[in-house]
């Protein structure tokens, strides 16, 4: 009699985004690590979340900072954090397996001891040995030297959690690079902290800005379900950027051997706020829908090996101040069977912000193979166009009226 297959027990995971994780260290600490100013920013994202995957991470960079002693270097701190499983395998089990790997291969490019390189080279990053910690349930640090500077990078697993912390960079006066003992000190400590909040029960995931206007049933009512996302990403720099992405793919119904399709594409939103100037929103806006009419004229941009055509642009009244939709598609030349890649892409005027709307995929069509009257999953332009300038609407009267 043949043995029952063993059952993968789930690990529930707590919710996390790019926000939660800035959070963990302490506004103090952080600037004595990587200052605020006019040549730094900050990073935050959040990965598209699942029952059983969650992933997020933050970063800081200040390119031009005092870093002690009158001396004025770059520095950075990124961390991320990710815990997931699959069908053989729960996020813990899995966890375990990827840190063990990781490892080995950490081990494994070290190519310099006791401050000698010892793989005859002289040029390339140079990673020095790999030294255990005692952070979370299992953890090392390896420090490097490449182009970016000087770095110490930290991996951490606390039970389904993989944590990574890299913090750094080199110096424009004084010695060339910080020491290994400070950078290590400091990935060590930003870590500890990361593994200790990862740790705790997860506090309510609760999306703010804009990425937060617009609802899974907006999205579902324009398109169809379902709907996963959205995956967040900011830049908070003098330019401040923050990017929403979302998967939709429509479910289909089907018996097990029975073969379907179906239709689904990638959302995407992104807002930029230019700040004002003679090179501000309003200017960025002419200069995109300028680009757009300039590639339809010339017939497309590209060369033999990738080429996109762009069907004439479509001023939208009614929307912001200003907005135009342009529809493309991409494709090889050289390989005519694959068909192209087509998108929508909606572009809005609205105060000192652009704002950009997207979709790439199909829209039309899918379902099961074998009935009557099934069709391929296809792209319409006139549908999407519509699809996106519905949600586009909601979008640009959401963040008015939340101020976000």
Not at 256 to 285: E, I, M, Y
């Amino acid at each position: 009699m043949p043995s029952a297959t063993a059952t993968v027990v789930a690990v529930e995971l707590r919710g996390l985004t790019g926000d939660q994780l800035c959070e963990v260290v302490p506004d103090a600490y952080r600037k004595t690590l990587v200052a605020d100013g006019k040549y730094g920013g900050k990073d935050a994202s959040t990965g598209v979340a699942t029952e059983v995957e969650k992933r997020a991470a933050c970063s800081w960079h200040n390119s031009r900072m005092e870093v002690g002693g009158g001396v004025l270097g770059h520095r950075s701190l990124k961390i991320s954090a990710r815990a997931g499983g699959s069908g053989s395998r729960n996020a813990l089990d899995r966890a375990k397996e990827e840190f063990g790997r990781g490892r080995t291969s950490h081990e494994r490019r070290v190519n310099v001891r006791d401050g000698v390189r010892v793989d005859g080279r002289t040029s390339g990053s140079s990673f020095g040995p790999v030294k255990k910690l005692d952070l979370g349930d299992a953890s090392y640090s390896q420090s490097s030297i490449g182009h970016s500077g000087l770095f110490a990078t930290v991996y951490v697993r606390k039970g389904p959690w993989l944590i990574e912390v890299a913090y750094g960079g080199d110096n424009r006066t004084g010695a060339r690079y910080p020491t290994g003992d400070s950078v290590r000190e400091a990935a060590g400590k930003v870590a500890g902290l990361v593994a200790a909040e990862l740790a705790k029960d997860a506090a309510d995931v609760k999306l703010s800005g804009p990425c937060a206007v617009l609802t899974g049933s907006d999205i579902e009512a324009a398109f169809f379900p379902a709907v996963q996302g959205p995956s967040v990403g900011g830049d908070s720099g003098r330019i401040r950027q923050t990017s929403c992405t979302w998967k939709i793919s429509e479910p289909v119904e089907h018996e097990p051997g029975r073969r379907f399709t179906a239709r689904g594409g990638t959302l995407g939103v992104r807002v930029v706020d230019w700040g004002k100037g003679g090179s501000g929103a309003a200017f960025q806006f002419d200069r995109a829908a300028a680009k757009f009419a300039r590639y339809h004229a010339k017939g497309g941009i590209g060369d033999a090996r990738l080429r996109t055509d762009y069907e004439a642009r479509q001023n939208l009244p009614g929307l912001g101040e200003k907005a135009f939709a342009v529809v493309s598609a991409t494709y090889r030349p050289g390989r005519p069977e694959e068909g192209p890649v087509r998108e929508v892409l909606v572009q809005v005027l609205v105060g000192e912000r652009t704002i950009e709307f997207s979709y790439r995929g199909t829209n039309t069509g899918g379902g099961l193979v074998d009935e009557a009257g099934y069709q391929a999953p296809a792209f319409d332009a006139s549908g999407a166009r519509a699809s996106v300038v519905r949600l586009a609407k909601i979008f640009v009267s959401g963040i008015a009226s939340s101020g976000s």
